[in-house]
């Protein structure tokens, strides 16, 4: 239904009409500076006695100067409002752009009141098992970060927020033991966390809720060394910290990468390198305490923020060669509030739609705890498989509603309330990237043109129908007197004839070139094709007609036929609509009273005037380059790219402007790619090989400069036999690689995934090959015309069969 939609176009459209939606209700997230290994642990007991507060995250600090370092900056990557909390932070201390609050925060919903209403509910308390190693044990930090902790009793403010009273211990509310753990392990504290009895506090303090799993990157990125295309995808969250025993941010590190895996009962996991690494690391795969990751092996990675990477090096070795030693920027992602999830379907009107914040089971489930009202409850939403891209300039920044996480987010006053929630343009969400970059753009003239032929087309698989060289050259043909090709093309027959002339009559050659230019074509003369013309490019007569039909039913071509007048014998094309027995010369102006020969009717078609803009200004190529790209990242084109990533392409638009914020044009950029992390991807598109220069690919590298592009791409329709041997050089891998798509790959009706070929092999076809391709694109019509047929019989049930 998404790709139905053409939301990969991002234009100015709003979205219309009935959108599947998944709903998020839950606390808000929240972040913690800490300065010290103490002030940690601190945090932690605050945390987990917050509903859903364990899903916080940490950032070490150094103190006195709190300053975010740079692993621990990836987990703000996804745009997602934090409240900062810090105590004793400094007045007006602002980090991101945001306030750091001093010490506890108050406005969060309170673990008790949840606990106190689902015990009233249900008639019984929880199991909660708080159980911790000595202080000075080497095994606390990994036990604190895993299993989290609880004070001897509850904050007074958390009390006071649940209108308890000041005496309310723990053991009121849910059935708590204490235990001082003397033999602490590896295999000890997996069986913690697999208790099926008693929850630790970490998790209890998720009761009611879902902890989310952040996705791993969705980059747009190219891998041809494997399956997923992430570092972090091949590695999932089997994660082994090791760490010394002080250290603040291994102790934040594992805390943060079990909060972006969910709080699972297994990896990541922490242990001390002063212990048996190995043997307890081979004790948790035993037990299964990992994420089996596709069809091969599975990968692992050990990680450390106090421990060398020698060391770590040494340890991987020794564990076998499916394991590796990355950095925590490798692995640290932005983190996700736990929440209840619902799905819906909400009624989209001009982008805005009025949606429930909760679900029935939310208010049933909520209804007896101490919600209603609390400030710090949000509910989002967010079209299904369709997240906002992390852009900070498009997150909210106001406390009550706006974009955030994804989607769109608005504060919770009443379980039962409305909601309207707004869904963002996608030119507005390309724009709001651009400005990330300091940037300003507009859609360009023959972007504008593109997108509306699209538009016209309905879905951006619809252009398979013309994704052949032989048909894209024959609406060329139609439109060559209307478009920029038609000038190229008579510039380079002027050369021609200008290098062959004698001195004397190259002035006279000049002339006469122009006059014959700025003499417009007489209607009878513009280009037109016929059906049996038509056929022969196609190359089969049932798929010229299933072909013309489908042209036709999209507005790419216009029917009519040629009228002449008998008296002044002027002739004419006129439309289907147009042609009746009422027809006036547009010669003499009067009537015709014969205007159709008395035989037959031969129907010609002339290009609409929607292709012929698009024709223009060489754009056609702009949507085959967007559309490859859609289908090369589309999830459906394999399981594997759900399962390592989902959809890492957003959309993109056929056309666009780069301005300064003073309003200068810097640059154009044929089409420019959106993906699913923020980033921008340029690319240069040419008509024909021979239209590209070194000057293209200097601009098109300083584009990629501007927009901090991982990689940038140049295309053409033409085959890579008709290319210039710039085309072959211009390709590169690595950091900022080039990908460089000929005819071979850009018409390829089936790209395959990024495992499943390399997209920087230089491919040539052949003769034979070109030849197949052409006889499979003219098989492929005919078996959708002959469905289309079939579809229409009377009694059938598709009558209009949904054509890929």
Known sequence: MVRGQLLDLLDDRLLDGPVPIRRAVGPQLSAHLVESFDSARSAIEDCCQRWGGTCDALFPVDAGSPLIAVPWKHLLDGAMPVRFYMRGAPTNMRIHGYDVLSGEPR?????????????????????????????????????????????????????????????????????LSREVVQRPSGEDLLSRLRNPISAPPARAAVWLLTPQRTPPRQALNFVVDGPPPTLDGRVASNLVVVYRADSLEDLCLTWDLRVAHGLPE?????????????GTIGNWLHDLAYQPIGFGQTEFALVSASVDGQELASLAGRLGSNWRV????????????????????????????????????????????????????????????RSLPPIQSLCRRADFAGFAAGGFETRIQDLDAISNVTWPSGWLVLHAAIQDRGLEARPSEPGQTAAALLRRVGVISELSWIADRSVLDMLYELGERRGITYFKNQVRKLHKEVDSADAAKRLSVVESFLLDLKARPFEDEEPKVGFANLAQVIGDTEAGR?????????????????????????????????????????????????PFPEASLTFQYHAAELLLNAMQGDSLPHLFALSWFVRYFDPGLSETHRLFGGYPLFGGYPGVQLLDKKGKQLSEVDVLLLGADGSLVPGEVKLHGTGLVKDDLAKLDHVGELLNSPWTFVATPDWASECPPLWQAAA??????????????????????????????????????????????????????????????????????ELD
Request: proline share 8%; hydrophobic share 40%.
């Open 546 to 594: 299933g072909w013309l039909r489908w042209a036709e039913r999209h507005g790419l071509l216009v029917r009519g036929a040629t009228v002449r007048c008998d008296d002044c014998r002027h002739s004419s094309w006129r439309a289907l609509g147009e042609l009746g027995t009422g027809l006036t010369c547009r010669g003499c102006g009067e009537r015709i009273p014969y």
């Open 326 to 385: 990355v950095l925590p920027e490798d692995v640290l992602r932005p983190l996700r509030p736990a929440c209840r999830l619902s799905t819906d379907v909400a009624l989209f009107e001009k982008g805005v739609a009025a949606v429930a914040v909760g679900s029935a089971d939310d208010r049933r489930a909520l209804s007896r705890s101490r919600t209603r009202g609390d400030p710090s409850l949000i509910s989002r939403s967010e079209i299904l498989s």
């Open 266 to 278: 297994a990896l990541p996991l922490a242990v001390p390198v002063d212990s048996d690494v190995v």
């Open 732 to 801: 590169r891998t690595g950091d900022k690689g080039r990908l460089v798509l000929t005819g071979e790959r850009l018409l390829d009706p089936s790209p395959l995934p990024p495992w499943g070929n390399d997209p920087f092999e230089w491919i040539v076809a052949d003769t034979n090959t070109i030849g197949e391709r052409h006889r499979s694109f003219a098989e492929q019509i005919r078996d959708r015309t002959e469905r289309e047929s079939a579809a229409r019989i009377p009694g059938r049930l598709n009558q209009r069969p």
């Open 107 to 175: 406005a969060s919903q309170p673990l008790l009141s949840i606990l106190a209403g689902q015990a009233e509910m249900w008639n019984q308390n929880p199991r909660v098992s708080v159980a911790l190693p000595p202080l000075d044990s080497p095994w606390f930090l990994a036990y604190l970060a895993a299993l989290g902790t609880w004070p001897l009793a509850p904050n007074s403010y958390l009390l006071e927020q649940s209108r308890l009273r000041g005496d309310v211990a723990f053991e009121d509310l849910v059935d």
